[in-house]
């Protein structure tokens, strides 16, 4: 898609293919306006801030979950997947939203979270009342335990900490990769599969522009029996469809049947995958007879050097070239400690900023972070995202440049992995604080009412009042290098201009630079003109950790 700087909002996104270069701000709807004063975040918080939404030049919002939940997970433990939490709002509200989104050309994808329901979800209710053996349990994965124990059926984790497995009162026990209050579907039922397909149609018939499709690759399961023992499973992350819970290639018959679903719409709608594969095996899930997107997180997984960067940007391009998709990029959200405090974190000496886990962190500002440090990079690298081709996810408050909050009090903190792990994992909730609209106030302009996870002190500096009027706050940057992206062509090409090995430099479409100093000593500027910095310059010289756009 090639934009030219007189598009409008509304034609920039009026293509069926707008999701190809799209700017998609993700809102985590608990902790992004309070509207009601309730200290959770709802709808019409979220459609009195669309103002803010235009100014800052994003191309579409990302919803998570606001569906009615007990939030034993933050929401992704769905109670009714055609519904709207109460505490959020009503389906009127919905509507309204995406009509003020719609109506400054911003378009809407809503968080489908098919790999279980909550366990208050009717089904669920039903089949705990049935009794072993009814058909009411067959759209969940009951078993019994080994003969005459008190064991589970076999001694698999739960991504969250503990047994996969829950008992039931009868004895029986149900499967749940996550939290214990969000029991696995059975996928291999008919009706869970008409069910979601009318879930979806649901959806885009109100108009929705497309899907953001939770754990994507984990809905078919190879449930043989004898259960392998956890100990032989392969890790997650390099199975290559042999494990038996993750990435299996039934997977993706389901969501062929979601693409004819989808391709039924004028414009079709989106689907991106959360599916935390391998980067060869992602390109399934992102073809243009499956979900046609899905999120790479190697660069959110990579530290900040020259060498990792360059690596995912090659590999990834390539691989979208491949398979005529788009390649996404993200550095944070709801799911990981925010950017900003993550590249201020000294260096993981097993390499990589995860301590070897799969996907879920952490334990939040321990030990030390520079914050300054972290800030700069994160700058830094947002801005070479921004030049990237393909789509850019952002997480509410990175562009306030917002750290993440790792002074939260144990009684105050909500992520079932801190529960599960009994502390271990310190869990999510340091990215998911309510973000500070002004720089005092009760809960710092989130609402007339207090706020569901404490915001600290320090929040005030980094809310949007303060950033507002100063040209060189992180907002101001995001600002102008959305409206900048707008402006330039932003085909698929990129053009590497090799350097030195601690420089990343290249040209898009029409001559545009884009060039990172990952060094420690500032280098000199190529001769064009600078369009936007991430950081002060030197003179005609890039500092370290800085990012510059040239024309
Ligand atoms: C996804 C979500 C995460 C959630 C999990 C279970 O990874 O991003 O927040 O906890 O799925 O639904």
């Not at 569906?67 to 309204?96: E, I, M, W």
Request: glycine fraction near 10%; aromatic fraction near 12%.
């Amino acid at each position: 898609m090639v934009t030219s700087p007189q598009t409008t909002p509304t034609a920039r996104t009026a293509q069926s293919d707008w999701w190809r270069q799209a700017v998609v701000y993700q809102i985590y709807p608990r902790s992004f306006a309070d509207a009601n004063g309730d200290g959770v975040g709802d709808l019409p918080g979220i459609i009195s801030r669309v103002p803010y939404l235009v100014a800052l030049g994003i191309d579409a919002v990302w919803l998570s979950p606001f569906y009615p939940s007990a939030l034993a997970d933050g929401g992704y433990d769905v109670d009714d997947y055609r519904n709207v939490d109460p505490r959020l709002g009503t389906l009127d509200d919905f509507d309204q939203l995406i009509e003020a989104l719609h109506a400054e050309g911003i378009k809407l994808i809503v968080d489908i979270v098919p790999n279980h329901t909550s366990d208050r979800h009717e089904w669920f209710l039903e089949a705990l009342e049935a009794a072993k053996g009814e058909p009411a349990r067959e759209r969940y994965i009951f078993r019994d335990g080994p003969d005459g124990s008190d064991q589970p059926p076999s001694d698999w984790e739960s991504v969250f900490g503990g047994s996969a497995w829950a008992k039931t009162d009868d004895g029986q026990w149900y499967l749940h990769m996550f939290a214990a209050e969000q029991p696995d579907l059975n996928w291999q039922h008919p009706e869970v599969r008409a069910d979601f397909l009318e879930t979806l149609k649901f959806w885009s018939d109100r108009g929705v522009d497309g899907f953001r499709v939770d754990v994507a690759h984990a809905l078919v399961k190879d449930l043989s029996e004898p259960f392998p023992s956890k100990a032989t499973l392969p890790r997650q992350s390099e199975s290559n469809g042999k494990h038996p819970l993750w990435d299996q290639d039934g997977v993706h018959e389901i969501y062929r049947d979601w693409r004819n679903l989808l391709n039924t719409y004028d414009p079709p709608k989106s689907a991106v995958a959360e599916a935390f594969v391998p980067a060869a095996r992602r390109a399934r899930y992102a073809s243009a007879d499956g979900l046609g997107q899905a999120f790479n997180f190697d660069l959110l997984q990579a530290d900040f050097e020259y060498e990792k960067f360059r690596k995912v940007i090659e590999e990834n391009l390539a691989l979208a070239e491949e398979n005529g998709s788009s390649s996404t990029w993200v550095f944070s959200n709801h799911d990981v400690v925010r950017h900003a405090t993550r590249y201020g974190l000294p260096k993981n000496p097993k390499g990589g900023w995860q301590d070897g886990k799969d996907w879920l962190l952490s334990n939040g500002t321990e030990p030390t972070v520079d914050v300054a440090l972290g800030l700069r990079r994160a700058r830094a690298a947002t801005l070479l995202m921004l030049a990237l081709p393909g789509s850019a996810y952002l997480y509410q408050g990175e562009e306030l440049g917002l750290q993440e909050v790792g002074e939260l009090p144990a009684a105050n903190l909500q992520d079932p992995a801190y529960f599960r792990s009994k502390g271990a994992e310190k869990g999510r909730d340091g990215c998911r604080v309510p973000i500070p609209w002004t720089v005092d106030g009760l809960s710092f302009g989130f609402g007339p009412g207090g706020s569901h996870l404490l915001q600290p002190k320090w929040f005030g500096a980094y809310s949007v009042q303060a950033q507002e009027g100063d040209p060189d706050s992180t907002l101001s940057l995001y600002r102008k290098a959305l409206a900048v992206r707008r402006g330039l062509r932003t085909g698929n090409s990129l053009t590497w201009v090799d350097g030195t090995d601690w420089v990343l430099h290249f040209t898009r479409d029409g001559g545009w630079q884009s060039i990172t100093n990952f060094g420690a000593a500032p280098v000199e500027l190529p001769d064009a003109a600078v369009v936007l910095s991430s950081g002060p310059l030197e003179g005609d010289k890039l500092p370290s950790d800085t990012t510059a756009w040239l024309i």
